[in-house]
């Protein structure tokens, strides 16, 4: 089993910035891809950035420029910069875990734009 525990998340202003971690623990060996995804009530939860083991990175067009997503040394940690943030990017984040072709997801991380 995976664990993700998510951070960072809260109320910000309008072209402000955040940074959300996932740490993720457990039987982590194998990890072939770490990312974000969001979510909004009544939708479907939409790819936000994505990271592979080798370092690709992949960004949903909406938030190319602005966000940025990365690991620390160990690959077992996952951040996602926001920079430029807008109201529309208000919203539930989960990170998610590809290991061993296996998906794992964290609890969701509230991200709430507005002055």
């Known amino acids: 089993q995976v664990q993700l525990v998510e951070s960072g998340g809260g109320l910000v202003q309008p072209g402000g910035s955040l940074r959300l971690s996932c740490a993720a623990s457990?039987?982590?060996?194998?990890?072939?891809?770490m990312g974000w995804y969001r979510q909004a009530p009544g939708k479907q939860r939409d790819l936000v950035a994505i990271?592979?083991?080798?370092?690709?990175?992949n960004y949903a067009d909406s938030v190319k420029g602005r966000f940025t997503i990365s690991t620390n040394s160990a690959k077992n940690t996952v951040y996602l910069q926001m920079n430029s943030l807008k109201a529309e990017d208000t919203t539930v984040y989960y990170c998610n875990a590809l290991v061993n072709w296996h998906n794992y997801w964290g609890q969701g991380t509230q991200v709430t734009v507005s002055s």
């Open positions: 990271i592979s083991s080798s370092g690709v990175t």
């Open positions: 457990g039987s982590i060996f194998g990890i072939m891809r």
